[in-house]
């Protein structure tokens, strides 16, 4: 790993202005993405911001909307009775990703930030528009079985790897987020990036902003979810397609209805118009055959990951059918 | 990866370095102005902890129920300070990159990849490796339950995976043969001794009758 300076704010406050001051640092909470970036030169931070020291550990039930710390681990978030019970799309999400070791050690705002497991953008003797704005993406016309389907662009098919984003973008949360400036507010679904024209650029976080909690809103969505993760093997590996569904059912009639998928895309992949056709109809296979046709217009292949759009048609209709049965 | 050695087109700031060490032990943050260069020292009033490129650093550890305080660069990982400094090379380097689990240790009674986590991170907490594991020569009941049931081959990957089902068991995540796999699935074996560990776990489970 290259050297770098090390400093342990004991406030918000003094992470924000640590970062303004040196704007090579990385800030730091479990590490588990940044320092496996570290060890291959990915990124090459001069400075780590220790942000474990920040009161950002809490879930707490505000009103109707439950608060959930940016350095909450993943696996006290999962375990949570709150999220268990109101959440359960949240929790299974969270159990779908990474492994218990690495759960226990990544944070709800590390989650987020986490970068594409690409293998172009790991290998820094590839060409990748992400590590490296302008030297070309080796994705493209190299192995892509693993690739975007949804939303790419010529100089980037990269895919966010995340688990829980995919839930918390199902779940319409909001991102809350401190800087120099004060705080702001960001849907969810308008935190990850399309890669465009600037793939280097994940999220819509500026530099020196920090991530502080996610909130959810309350929603009628505890009975009726699935989140379901097509992987190549049963367990601990990043998804080809996952779905995550929230449903609420009553009278036989779907009232409302949230489907995003992970793995297809740039960010967390919800699917409105699929909803939109499902709300008010009746949950039988053949609405659920629809709204997955309806999902999987406009997928774009590559050469490897063709597979990538029948396997997302029948997990979207599977998810739906487990939702509607739960 | 050779942390905690400096490469050697860096000329060792000796004088510098120690005398910053002796006063971060004292735990003065007065000295560490004057030392400083101007954009550390503007950091230095709000951080609770700092360390420049290289520069050792104090940490305070209990590990297997000994507190060490012990002086280490902010890029050394928790498991190499471990083998490297400690000699405690129960716990393994597999990947290096937090997918074999190899590197499983205790942190406050919790699993976690020692390889993706700076020692530094760690200040004032309880490590236990598969050192800590025994009590004196009486084996840890998994230890045990692993001899039992041939839970290894070559045993490259057992101190992480007896680690993670210590922990696995603690969590209550180790209700069923399924469960325990999927909560398992974070340690590679690549001799495929996975049915047996399986066993070992579930014979712990019910009380260590059914071997």
């Known amino acids: ?326 | 990866m050779p942390q905690g050695n400096k490469p050697s087109s860096v000329p060792p700031k000796k004088d510098k370095q120690e005398a910053r060490r002796d006063f971060l032990k004292q735990s003065s943050a007065v000295m560490a102005l004057a030392l400083a260069p101007p954009l550390v020292l503007k950091a230095a009033q709000h951080d609770e902890a700092i360390a420049a490129v290289f520069e050792k650093m104090p940490v305070s550890l209990e590990i297997n129920g000994k507190k060490m305080q012990l002086s280490v660069e902010p890029r050394v990982t928790l498991l190499d300070l471990l083998r490297e400094q400690l000699a405690l090379t129960g716990t393994k380097k597999g990947c290096d990159h937090g997918q074999c689990g190899a590197c499983t240790v205790h942190v406050n009674g919790q699993r976690i990849n020692s390889c993706l986590t700076l020692a530094v991170m760690q200040e004032g907490k309880k490590i236990t490796t598969i050192e800590g594991l025994s009590n004196g020569d009486q084996l840890h009941p998994v230890q045990e339950a692993f001899i039992r049931h041939d839970g290894f081959q070559c045993g490259y990957c057992t101190p992480g995976q007896i680690m993670s089902a210590v922990a696995c068991l603690n969590e209550g995540h180790a209700g069923s043969p399924e469960q325990i796999r999927e909560f398992m699935s974070g340690n590679i074996c690549r001799c495929g001794a996975y049915d047996n560990i399986v066993n070992a776990i579930m014979d712990v489970k019910n009380g260590g009758q059914t071997a």
């Open chain 1, 1 to 326: 790993m290259n050297p770098f300076s090390y400093v342990r704010p004991n406030s918000l406050k003094a992470a924000i202005e640590a970062m303004a001051r040196d704007h090579s640092a990385r800030f730091i909470a479990g590490g588990t993405n940044l320092l496996d970036l570290m060890k291959n030169g990915v990124a090459l931070p001069e400075k780590l911001i220790d942000i474990n020291q920040l009161p950002l550990r809490e879930i707490r039930q505000d009103g109707n909307t439950l608060h959930i710390g940016a350095l909450v681990l993943n696996s006290d978030l999962a375990a949570h009775d709150l999220v268990k019970t109101q959440h359960p799309l949240l929790s299974e999400a969270l159990l779908a990703g990474a492994s218990q070791q690495l759960r226990n050690m990544a944070t709800v705002g590390g989650n987020m930030m986490q970068r594409t497991r690409c293998s172009y953008f790991y290998d820094t003797s590839m060409p990748c528009n992400k590590r490296q704005p302008n030297s070309g993406c080796g994705a493209t016309g190299g192995i892509n079985r693993m690739h975007a389907i949804f939303g790419a662009s010529d100089n980037c098919i990269a895919v966010h790897p995340s688990d829980m984003c995919v839930a918390l973008a199902a779940l319409d949360a909001t991102v809350l987020v401190a800087g120099p400036k004060g705080e702001r507010r960001i849907p969810f679904t308008d935190f990850h990036r399309l890669p465009g024209n600037t793939p280097q650029l994940d999220n819509n976080l500026a530099k020196n902003e920090l991530i502080t909690a996610v909130e959810i809103p309350p929603h009628p969505f505890t009975k009726h979810t699935c989140y379901l993760k097509v992987r190549d093997r049963a367990s601990y590996a990043f998804a080809l397609v996952s779905v995550a569904v929230a449903m609420d059912i009553s009278d036989n009639v779907i009232r409302n209805v949230r489907i995003a998928m992970g793995g297809v895309a740039h960010k967390p992949w919800r699917l409105p118009d699929a909803e939109k056709a499902l709300t008010g109809k009746t949950p039988t296979s053949d609405n659920f055959r629809l709204a997955a046709n309806i999902a999987i217009q406009g997928a774009k292949t590559y050469a490897h990951n063709g597979f990538k759009k029948e396997l997302a048609f029948n997990s979207i209709q599977t998810a739906l059918l487990k939702a509607a049965t739960a």
